[in-house]
């Protein structure tokens, strides 16, 4: 059987594909992904056989070109890095065609964190964005917070079923009502970072109740203080 790769392309702007993902997907025969992160490389896909999929008929598709495929380069492509949010899905590629070699991106857990100036060292990074139960991920988020980490977060988009739903109103909702001020918690909220329609929220995580936002959203809890090297002259210093 050919090769398969399953390759991160980035938060959503083509620029921020590494090279040596866009020379993997020029090199490739066949593409399936979702539509929003086919569109962040259309202009590397042109000409190939490219299958557009949703969670629902995902399955479907891999199934359809595992007997296909032949010696051929099969592609992948996961918005973000591979390794973030995807365990899921590159677990059942796996299954299915045996060998798949895995290229990482860049994820917008860094971008996002970047751009609230919070050094990712010293953060804990926590998704929520899995079909598996997130009660531990919650009691994760509570104990990083009062533990006094900054955080950098993914939540959980899914208006069909409010239960499940953990967007950062619901995020909100949950620490003021395990007793955290939020009044006085900083947070900003980042949505399609790195593409033309990116927005950005910053302000108190009270305020985010009743706000609604994109399942392209990224949340920054920050708890950081500048720490620079100059605060630790011993190692230098007689």
Not at 5 to 33: Q, R
Request: aromatic content about 10%.
């Amino acid at each position: 059987m050919g090769k398969v790769f399953a390759v991160g392309v980035g938060p959503g702007s083509p620029k921020y594909v590494t090279e040596i993902v866009k020379e993997i997907i020029l090199n490739c025969d066949v593409v399936i992904g979702y539509k929003y992160t086919l569109k962040t490389i259309e202009e590397l896909i042109e000409g190939k056989e490219v299958y557009e999929i949703t969670m629902n008929d995902q399955e479907e598709s891999y199934q359809k070109i595992l007997p296909e495929l032949g010696d051929r380069t099969l592609v992948i492509p996961f918005t973000g890095d591979v390794n973030f949010s995807e365990s899921e899905v590159v677990d059942r590629l796996i299954e299915i065609f045996g060998e798949v070699e895995i290229v990482s991106g860049i994820s917008s857990i860094q971008v996002a964190a970047s751009k609230a100036k919070v050094p990712l060292d010293k953060s804990k990074v926590i998704t929520m964005h899995v079909t598996t139960p997130i009660e531990d991920k919650k009691l994760e988020l509570l104990k990083a917070l009062i533990d006094g980490f900054s955080v950098v977060l993914v939540p959980r988009p899914w208006p069909k079923q409010p239960d499940k739903h953990f967007m950062p109103s619901e995020i909100a909702v949950y620490l003021r009502k395990h007793g955290f001020d939020t009044s006085k918690m900083k947070v900003h909220v980042f949505e399609a970072i790195t593409t033309e329609n990116e927005t950005s929220f910053e302000g108190t995580v009270k305020d985010l109740e009743g706000k609604e936002f994109s399942d392209l959203s990224v949340m920054v809890f920050n708890q950081s203080s500048l720490d620079s090297y100059m605060n630790y002259r011993w190692q230098w210093e007689n």
